[in-house]
Structures are given as structure tokens and as C-alpha cells.
């Protein structure tokens, strides 16, 4: 469905309303390069009283998932009767298990604002953000953007090899870049900027634009299957992909589409997005 070119000649986008396990059962086998999404979880999130079937999105998933594609699962736990519920693992050994994902990387989404503090344990502050790929991952641009304090002087140092013996480092002698790789935990600020989206959990444009970024290059598709606000939507296409979308609530799908379009009416002031976004140092 969504892999034939025609679909994408006269907008770089396609967004549908309607139950996404639906429409992803419409949609061809290994069709999509990259999902970033995050789902309703537990009782973190009110999407108009909607409800979603799990399992089997995340059946649909691995379907749809072309061979070296990679599913960004953003997610989270909440606390019910003293207990956090789990959810965040189960959904991960339910990719690993059943779905024949990989667990490429799990990563966590640092929040810098936290509201309404727990007296009795320690203050949640943190998302996971689950890479499952199909096999290797095809695509992988690393972000390198964290500077080293170590710029400029030598490599030293040994490591350890399998039998608990040691050796110089492989890179031993080479001189230390002044930006090295991105650590896995991203800090980032809580929905700034997409305070007016009308959504009730809209993660930050930053989140999605760097693992667009990091696992999808110029010309793929991506998808979200819970769209919300179109955040993912907006990003893919200032960073040159196509993009599927899909929501269930008609008012959040009329907030996101006016969001990729002009998002897409402003791509060309946009054009150096991922040559140089991904160099800009973060604090």
C-alpha cells in the first residue's frame, strides 16, 4: 500500500484516520524503514477515552518492518497500588519473543521538567526508548555531539579480551576527536515548543528528529501509528523522508496535518537539517 511511489508524488506524506492496527493490516509487507512512536500506555495518557490491542500492532509491526528497519518504542511505567506495572518490559520481551525483533538498544528519554512529586520514592524522570530492528539495523548514523574533555591528546590505555587477558587498545595511539558519540540517555526539555499542539503527551520535536536522524536516511518511509500531534510527522519531513501517519481521534489528526503542512511549506528554509543539526553540541 504505502511502498508504491504514486503515493508519495504529490506530498511527501500520507496521514489516515482510523484504528491503526486496521490500516497497518492494509499496508504491504516490509514497507517501512523506521517507526518512532509512542503508545497510549497504562494510565499515563487520556487519548479520548481510546484504547489499543498491543499484541497484535506489535505483530503488525514486525510485518510491515522492511529487514534491517528499526521500531523506536517509546515508553513508560505508571504506578499503580504502590507497584510500577511493568508494562515497559513486557511490551520489549513481547518484540524479543514473539515479534523476532532485536533489542538493538535500550535508551532512555532524560525529562528536564518534572511536576507533582512522589513523596516515598525516588522522583521519576525518565522514559524508556526501546530500538528493536528487524535483524542488523540497515541504517545507523551515529550522532556525534557529546565533546571530549580528553580533545586532542592520545589515545592509552589497555582492554580486556575474551580470555581476561589484556592488550593495548585498539585505537591506541590514534588522537581523541573534539565530539565523540552520543551517550544512550538523551536529556531532553519536556514537550517545549509543542505546548500549543492541543495533545495531551506530545514528546519533544528534538526526540524525534534524532532517531529519525539515527536510523533512517533522505527518502525513507516512516512511520507512527499513534500520531498524536504529528510531532514525528513534522519531523520526518524536515529531514526529507516520507512519512506515514496514522491516528485514531479526527482532532488530533486535523492538528497534526496542519503541523506537516507547514512544516513541509518551510522544508526549504530547512534543507541543512541533517547535515548539521545532529554536530550541534548538547548540553
Known sequence: ?????????????????????????????????????????????TYNGYTFDF?????????VTKPGGVVVWVIGDATVNGSETGTSFR???????????????????EKDAISFPDKNRYQQSFEYMFVFSRGAPSTRNIIHDRHNVSFGRKVTGTGRNAS???SRASCYGNSIKEFGARWNVWRM?????????????????????????SWSNPGDVVLDPFLGSG??????????????????????????????EAALDKRGESADLSATEAQVPHG
Do not use: W
Open 1 to 45: 500500500m504505502f511502498n508504491d511511489a504514486k503515493k508519495f508524488q504529490e506530498k511527501p506524506f500520507s496521514l489516515h484516520q482510523g484504528d491503526c492496527l486496521d490500516v497497518m493490516r492494509s499496508m504491504e509487507s516490509d514497507s517501512i524503514d523506521l517507526t518512532v512512536t509512542s503508545p497510549p500506555y497504562d494510565n499515563l495518557r
Open 55 to 63: 499484541e497484535n500492532i506489535a505483530r503488525e509491526l514486525s510485518r
Open 91 to 109: 511490551h520489549a520481551l513481547f518484540f524479543l519473543d514473539v515479534c523476532g525483533f532485536k533489542l538493538h538498544d535500550t535508551m532512555i528519554y
Open 164 to 166: 581476561g587477558s589484556t
Open 189 to 213: 526539555a519536556t514537550n517545549k515548543g509543542n505546548s500549543k499542539s492541543g495533545h495531551p503527551a506530545a514528546f519533544p520535536e528534538a526526540l524525534a528528529r534524532d532517531h529519525i536522524l
Open 231 to 260: 510531532t514525528t510527522g513534522k519531523m520526518a519531513v524536515l529531514a526529507d523522508r516520507r512519512f506515514v501517519g496514522i491516528e485514531i481521534s479526527q482532532e488530533y489528526l486535523a492538528i497534526a496535518e496542519q503541523r506537516i
